[in-house]
C-alpha cells in the first residue's frame, strides 16, 4: 500500500498568509486530503466550508471533580491547590475547570474520597469532505492545553483516510511559530512549505523555524508572501536561505484579491483564477508537484 506524500505549510508566525496559500495550494491539488492542524485556531474550514459526516471527542487532560454528597467542607483541598481551582463559599464547593490542571493532589489528600480525577474530553476531531476532498481538523477546546497530542490524532486520521481513499498526498494547514504543535506536525512529514514576510521580524521567525525543521532532517522549501512591501528586506532573505542551500519556490505579490476573495469564502484560484496571484501560486505548485512525482499538476 502507497504512502501519501506529507506537505505541511508552517510559518514562523501568524499572519503571513499561510492558510490562504493552502487553501489555494488545496483547490488544485489532485488526490489529497486535507488537515487543519492549527488546533488553537482552526480556520481553513472557513474556507474550504467542509461538510462534516463525523466528529470525536479527544481528551487532552484531567480534571478534578467534586462528589458533594461526600464533601465535608474541610477545605483541605482548596488549601492544597496551588492553582486556585476551588473555591467554598458557605456551604458551596466548586472547581473552576479552566483553572484546574487535574495534578490529582487534592483527590490524594481528600480524607473523604469526595474529589476523584477524570479525562476532560473538550476538544474536538471532524472528519469532512470538502469541494476539494476528504478532510480531517480539529479544534482545542477554551484553555485547553496538549495541542501537539491532538495534532498526532490528527495526522494519524489523515493518513487513514488517505489509506482508505487511495490518496496521492496529505496538504496540512500547520500552526504558526515553533512550539508543541508544529513539533507534532513536522515530525514524519516529506516537506515543509515555510511562509514568510519581508520584515526583520518575519526573517527572524523563519530562522527559528528553518533550525527547528532542521532538527527532523525535514527537506524545507519557502515562499516570501507580499515581498513588494519591502524589496530590500526581501533581497536580504533571498540572499541568506541562498547561502543555507534553501529553495524559495516563489515571491508573491500583494494584491488585495486575496483579501477579497476570502470576503467572498473562496480560494483566491477560484476567486480570479486568471489574477496575478492565482497564476503565480499554480507556477509554484507546479513546481512543488513537478519535484515530487516529476510532471506538472496543472
Given amino acids: 500500500m502507497k504512502k501519501p506524500f506529507e506537505i505541511v505549510i508552517l510559518s514562523g508566525k501568524g499572519g503571513t498568509g499561510k492558510t490562504s496559500i493552502t487553501a489555494a495550494f488545496a483547490s488544485v491539488a489532485r488526490n489529497a486530503v486535507f488537515t487543519d492542524c492549527d488546533v488553537d485556531a482552526a480556520?481553513?474550514?472557513?474556507?474550504?466550508?467542509?461538510?462534516?459526516?463525523?466528529?470525536?471527542?479527544?481528551?487532552?487532560?484531567s480534571k478534578a471533580v467534586i462528589d458533594i454528597s461526600k464533601c465535608t467542607l474541610c477545605g483541605l483541598c482548596k488549601e492544597l491547590c496551588r492553582f486556585d481551582a476551588i473555591s467554598i463559599k458557605g456551604d458551596e464547593i466548586?472547581?473552576?475547570?479552566?483553572?484546574?490542571?487535574?495534578?490529582?493532589?487534592?483527590?490524594?489528600a481528600c480524607p473523604t474520597d469526595a474529589i476523584t480525577i477524570k479525562e476532560y474530553e473538550n476538544n474536538n476531531v471532524y472528519f469532512?469532505?470538502?469541494?476539494?476532498?476528504?478532510m480531517v481538523y480539529g479544534k482545542l477546546g477554551i484553555a485547553e492545553e496538549n495541542s501537539g497530542k491532538l495534532v498526532s490524532k490528527i495526522r494519524q486520521?489523515?493518513?487513514?483516510?488517505?489509506?482508505k481513499n487511495d490518496s496521492d498526498l496529505i496538504l496540512t494547514d500547520g500552526p504558526p511559530g515553533i512550539g508543541c504543535p508544529v513539533i507534532s506536525s513536522v515530525s514524519g512529514s516529506d516537506l515543509v512549505i515555510a511562509i514568510t514576510e519581508p520584515t526583520l521580524s518575519g526573517w527572524h521567525d523563519l530562522k527559528r523555524l528553518i533550525d527547528l525543521i532542521g532538527q527532523f532532517r525535514t527537506?524545507?522549501?519557502?515562499?516570501?508572501?507580499?515581498?513588494?512591501?519591502?524589496?530590500?528586506?526581501?533581497?536580504?532573505?533571498?540572499?541568506?536561505?541562498?547561502?543555507?542551500e534553501i529553495e524559495i519556490l516563489g515571491k508573491m505579490p500583494y494584491d488585495e484579491s486575496m483579501i477579497n476573495s476570502l470576503l467572498e469564502g473562496k480560494t483566491v484560484n477560484e476567486f480570479e483564477p486568471q489574477g496575478v496571484l492565482?497564476?503565480?501560486?499554480?507556477?509554484?505548485?507546479?513546481?512543488?508537484?513537478?519535484?515530487?512525482?516529476?510532471y506538472k499538476s496543472i
Wanted: glycine residues 6%; proline residues 3%; contains cysteine.
Fill in 43 to 61: 480556520d481553513l474550514h472557513l474556507v474550504l466550508a467542509p461538510d462534516i459526516y463525523n466528529s470525536e471527542n479527544f481528551s487532552s487532560g
Fill in 94 to 108: 466548586s472547581i473552576d475547570e479552566y483553572a484546574c490542571e487535574g495534578c490529582g493532589l487534592c483527590s490524594i
Fill in 128 to 134: 469532512a469532505t470538502c469541494r476539494f476532498g476528504p
Fill in 157 to 163: 486520521y489523515a493518513r487513514e483516510t488517505a489509506r
Fill in 219 to 244: 527537506p524545507v522549501k519557502v515562499i516570501i508572501n507580499k515581498y513588494d512591501l519591502n524589496e530590500d528586506m526581501c533581497s536580504v532573505i533571498e540572499n541568506e536561505l541562498s547561502e543555507m
Fill in 278 to 294: 492565482a497564476v503565480k501560486l499554480n507556477e509554484i505548485w507546479n513546481k512543488v508537484t513537478n519535484d515530487i512525482y516529476g
